[in-house]
């Protein structure tokens, strides 16, 4: 599915259960919980080398609830990807991205 599928599937899952009537502010709300559980299983996979994470059903959640804002909003986000895509080719080219990174990762060494 696209991006774009994903959207209309979320538009008609909220539709079918009345959901469609929630504020942009809640669900704004509920995709700042959904980042900290993100940030949760980081933490517990990371940090402390606990398993079985739930990482993958945590990004999946922040993002139904994301298309779900975009819906609310009126965001199709595949053109403004696309958009944002070509505007990041331009701002960041590689040499210049690479010496960066080089200079993060002697930064950041273990």
Not at 32 to 49: C, P, S
């Amino acid at each position: 599915m696209t991006i774009s599928d994903w959207q209309d599937w979320v538009a008609a899952f909220d539709e079918a259960r009345g959901w469609q009537e929630v504020a942009p502010e809640h669900t704004a709300l509920h995709l700042m919980e959904e980042f900290g559980e993100i940030a949760r299983e980081l933490l517990k996979t990371a940090a402390y080398k606990e398993g079985a994470s739930r990482l993958a059903e945590e990004m999946a959640d922040f993002l139904l609830l994301f298309f779900k804002l975009a819906n609310q909003t009126g965001v199709e986000l595949e053109p403004a990807l696309s958009r944002k895509a070509k505007e990041l080719e331009e701002r960041f080219p590689v040499p210049e991205s690479k010496k960066a990174m080089e200079r993060y990762r002697s930064r950041h060494a273990d």
